[in-house]
């Protein structure tokens, strides 16, 4: 939508990069207004695709990892497409309305997530379709997104354990827990009367720097961090996006083999850095080891530079660990988010050795 690059213009001092408002000056006062709800983000690397068809719910619940079926529309969810090893391929916020459902997906995954879809219709009565012209994104406390009048709103179930999910996170009260997080779907007339109200300065624009540092100090897992071996238990991404109790779908198979008599190979750790910045894909050490990389990094406004790192699951718990920057080695205190005894949650009986016979 041409009227969306308006809107993105319209804060002075707005970066933007490639459709996407960076930050309108300082970032970090804008972590503190959307954190307050005195601002909000349109985020221009989430795209919209819709979903109407008679058969959306049953067909998108039997390749996902959530149940939908017996969500009320306006009710939210999120839900994982994986591999048949049990990878993250895709990742997606769920709404239904009703008569379409609603997937907000980030941008890079988009077309893949889309061309996903179109090919799995075979004959079922539905008709996935991108919806970027139709509705842009716009994030925030969930009553400042409230007051966009937005007719649908996706209210984030972070760090909420879902029905059918699973928290491997033990840590409580949960940083997520400070993150109250929902993103709106906004129409052309919506984005116009946003645009005015920003030129008015009645409504503050915050950029996907300020959103994204808070995501990451929710321990929020995002697409965005995933590689091509990510299983959802790495990520403690069990607690929101996958149902544990629903029918098959492809990937079903490792999920519960990990959860149930495994452990995942790497765990997510939080990173608070001694001064420096990093940035994604920066090697994470401890010691002389290379024991895992950084998947997300951020400037926070209270806590300063912190980083969401995936490491082996062997790695030390209780060591501090060094992360290559572009600046040099950096000092990283780590916090434990999925434990190394993640998983192997079944009872499996011990079957009795039987005695040599005499």
């Known amino acids: 939508m041409d009227a969306f690059g308006a809107l ?21 006062s804008e972590q503190r207004a959307l954190t307050s709800g005195t601002a909000v983000a349109p985020l221009g690397d989430r795209v919209v695709l819709g979903v109407p068809g008679e058969d959306r719910l049953s067909w998108i619940e039997s390749f996902s990892t959530q149940k939908v079926t017996a969500l009320l529309p306006g009710e939210s969810a999120e839900l994982l497409i994986l591999d048949p090893a049990g990878h993250v391929e895709h990742a997606a916020s769920f709404v239904d309305d009703g008569t379409t459902s609603w997937l907000i997906v980030d941008r890079a995954d988009a077309d893949g997530l889309l061309d996903f879809l179109k090919k799995m219709r075979f004959r079922l009565r539905v ?60 129409d052309a007339d919506g984005i116009a009367r946003l645009t005015a109200a920003v030129a008015s300065s009645s409504v503050r624009l915050a950029g996907s720097l300020a959103a994204d540092a ?9 697409i965005t961090d995933a590689d091509e071996r990510m299983l959802p238990h790495e990520a403690d991404w069990l607690r929101s996006a996958v149902h544990l109790n629903k029918g098959c779908y492809r990937g079903q198979e490792t999920v519960a083999k990990v959860h149930n008599l495994g452990h995942p190979p790497r765990r997510l750790v939080a990173l608070q850095l001694d001064g420096e910045a990093a940035a994604r894909g920066d090697v994470v050490r401890a010691g ?8 997300a990094a951020a400037q926070h406004y209270e806590q300063g530079p912190i980083a969401l790192a995936l490491v082996r699951r062997n790695a030390p718990v209780d060591a501090d660990l060094i992360v290559d920057t572009a600046d040099g080695p950096v000092a990283a205190a780590q916090e434990v988010i999925v434990p190394p005894e993640a998983g192997a949650t079944a009872s499996v009986p011990r079957i009795p050795r039987l005695g040599r016979r005499r």
């Open 8 to 28: 993105l213009h319209a804060a002075d001092g707005a970066i933007v990069d490639d459709g996407v408002l960076l930050h309108t000056g300082n970032p970090l």
């Open 127 to 186: 008709d996935p379709r991108d919806a970027r012209e139709e509705y842009v994104v716009v994030g925030g406390t969930p009553l400042a997104v409230a007051a966009l009048g937005a007719a649908l709103v996706w209210h984030d179930p972070w760090p909420g354990v879902a029905e059918g999910g699973w928290a491997y996170s033990a840590v409580d009260p949960h940083p997520g827990a400070e993150r109250d997080w929902a993103e709106a779907l906004i």
């Open 214 to 222: 808070l995501r990451i100090a929710a321990w929020r897992p995002r």
């Open 288 to 295: 002389e080891n290379e024991v895992g990389a950084v998947v």
